[in-house]
């Protein structure tokens, strides 16, 4: 079901793009010139498209909306795995068989040699 609305959501998008695209920059539209009666005169062209533009905008984000809500109700809750929590690594375990070693005593570095002073 989420697969289907991520789709429709896409092709939403993709049409909403188109049909922003489509409209002039002065509110235009689509129209180019042409006859002053018909369907696509430019006025019907700017109220076709800026009422394309509300509804496929509001489509968008209604479905956005439903596919947010849809994600939060299908998540499953985090499950942590204890079963190897109290499993020791073959590491850990050669470490824990071996003694500590001791610490030795503190070696002491030679003295630097004297080098007299010029005078």
């Not at 956005?64 to 499993?87: F, H, N, Y």
């Not at 020791?88 to 030795?104: D, K, N, S």
């Amino acid at each position: 079901m989420f697969s289907f609305l991520l789709i429709v959501q896409a092709l939403i998008a993709i049409s909403l793009v188109g049909t922003i695209l489509m409209q002039r920059s002065e509110g235009g539209g689509l129209g180019v010139g042409g006859s002053s009666s018909g369907f696509m005169t430019a006025r019907g062209a700017a109220d076709f498209l800026t009422r394309s533009t509300a509804v496929l905008g509001g489509m968008f984000i209604v479905l956005s909306i439903v596919m947010a809500a849809i994600a939060g109700a299908t998540r499953q809750p985090t499950k942590i795995d204890t079963s190897l929590a109290k499993s020791v690594t073959p590491l850990q375990q050669e470490q824990r068989q071996q003694p500590a070693p001791t610490p030795a005593a503190p070696q002491q570095k030679p003295a630097a040699p004297q080098v007299p002073l010029a005078q």
